[in-house]
């Protein structure tokens, strides 16, 4: 899950501390070779402690709570540099170079934290709703929270799928538009826009004389890219011999396979990880007969995740079913 924009659990908008000057000026230099990552990430796993957040009395009340918070933190880290470590190298001709130095100046930065159960669900997403949020990725300034179990497969797994989206293309947007009326009222028009891998949520919001009178919030994508997380997830815990604890997306992971075994993995991989969603979108409705078609399931997708209504979700297999048909077809009459 990802805060704000990509968790439906909680809406409350959960920036702390957030400092984008120092995010952006603190690694200007350019990287040379993604072996450099390698080579740094090798170094701190072989660490044998890492650097807390011990500075801040709340973070530490909340480790205090946590039984054995330091094999859980050091286990998660762990899980967040290798995950990053097998994807930079293995999709390292996606990321462009903005991304490359966001996460180059974080690896290390202890921007993944575990957070009490308590803690986690007052601050960040109660339980009150049908899902159990186990994780979030605030899109705003990265920071990446993990709740506390006792089971270190689960922390595991929820690492992974975090760091997943922290290594997404990521990229903001905004500006502003001054008028006043005819009372010499001042009236700001505000529009804000966040891409975190294939999704897009744009926020707009119009400002009287400094009081927020309408605000209205639009997704694009948003559980297609949740299924396409769990899946490098699931591909990545494979790799280290690992296996899901947990189903999470299972419905979007199956749909975001039949998209990738349609488009190809590289078209899927460059938006994904490289920004590239035209090239996705423009594929995928070039291959089916529905007119807008990547429109039209990704409407009926995320409407399926939030109404849990049958309609939405044949109306997506449909569209896909032809797609795997016509594709199917196509490559009989190649190889004839």
Known sequence: MEKMFNDVYSEKDNVKDTNWDKVETLHNKKIESLDEYAEKLDRIIEQKEYNHWNSVEDQERNRKLIDNYDYK??????????TQRSILLENRECFDQDNLNRIWSEIGS????????????????????????????????????VKDTDNIKRLSHTATHETMHDLSFQKKESDSNIESDESGKSIIYNRERFISGIHVAETKNIEINGQIEAKKIEHANRYLNEGFTELYTIREM?????????????????????????????????????????ELKDEFNRMSRIENAWEFINYHIDRYHTTNLVKHKNAVDVVLRELETDNAFVRVRRRV
């Open 238 to 278: 494979q790799k280290r011999g690992e296996n899901p604890d947990f189903d999470s997306y299972s419905q979007e992971v199956g749909w975001a396979m039949q998209i990738e075994e349609a488009v190809g993995e590289e078209i899927v991989a460059d938006a994904y990880f490289g920004g590239n969603l035209e």
């Open 110 to 145: 202890n921007k993944l934290e575990i957070y009490n159960e308590n803690k986690f669900a007052q601050d960040l997403a109660n339980d009150s709703g049908k899902y159990k949020v186990v994780g979030l990725r605030d899109t705003r300034d990265g920071r990446i929270c």
């Open 73 to 82: 933190k050091r286990t998660a880290d762990k899980v967040s540099l290798y």
